[in-house]
């Protein structure tokens, strides 16, 4: 994702490397997201306060179990609000209780959130929610693969939202049901992903 946004936006980037906790076993990766996240907070400080950056510049993208590093540092972080968090696929287990301890639309001034595959929430949980090819499990060239492959989907989608002039268009639309309904005709076109608008 940093090599697209170098080579089609000027932008400075910070990655954070969480690997050492993101380990395979699940359960303590999960347990990671909490011992990661103060480290993140007071990046996220440091970045505002000494490097000079305004919050409302800040956007920070996380995928899976790093959506909820994002969100659970925005809660912890002493300056004021981010202007954007993306979360891609947020993981679901061991994260359905409570929005304290995940990401949620109120860590930010603006939360998109981009929804793929069965692993992660398929609630709203942002300002703007997406769903690639609706509400469907599958994602194309995942075949039957409804775990990995998909939700991993949604990283994929965001990095060519970077670089696409043509993109993914979305209708606002308050459930799939009302669009499968036709009730959404007439409403509001976005672009997911980067070009995302957050007025």
């Known amino acids: 994702m940093s090599s697209a946004y170098m080579k089609y936006r000027d932008y400075n980037i910070i990655s954070v490397d969480w690997s050492s906790f993101a380990v395979d076993l699940y359960s303590m ?7 990661v996240a103060p480290s993140v907070a007071d990046l996220y400080d440091y970045v505002v306060d000494e490097m000079g950056a305004h919050p409302s510049d800040v956007h920070v993208i996380g995928h899976s179990l790093g959506a909820h590093v994002a969100g659970i540092a925005a809660k912890l972080m002493r300056s004021p609000k981010l202007g954007r968090i993306t979360g891609l696929d947020p993981a679901l287990p061991l994260f359905f209780l409570g929005q304290k301890r995940r990401l949620d639309a109120e860590d930010a001034m603006f939360v998109d959130v981009v929804h793929t ?5 398929r609630k709203p949980m942002g300002h703007a929610d997406f769903y690639p090819n609706g509400d469907k499990l599958q994602q194309p060239g995942c075949g039957f693969s409804i775990g990995v492959c998909a939700h991993d989907r949604a990283y994929q989608y965001y990095i060519e939202s970077i670089w696409s002039e043509i993109g993914f268009q979305a209708l606002e639309c308050p459930s799939w049901n009302d669009f499968l309904l036709g009730k959404c005709r007439g409403n509001a076109v976005v672009k997911m992903g980067e070009p995302l608008s957050p007025r």
């Open 117 to 121: 595959s069965i692993v992660g929430f």
């Open 29 to 35: 990766a999960r347990i990671g997201v909490d011992i």
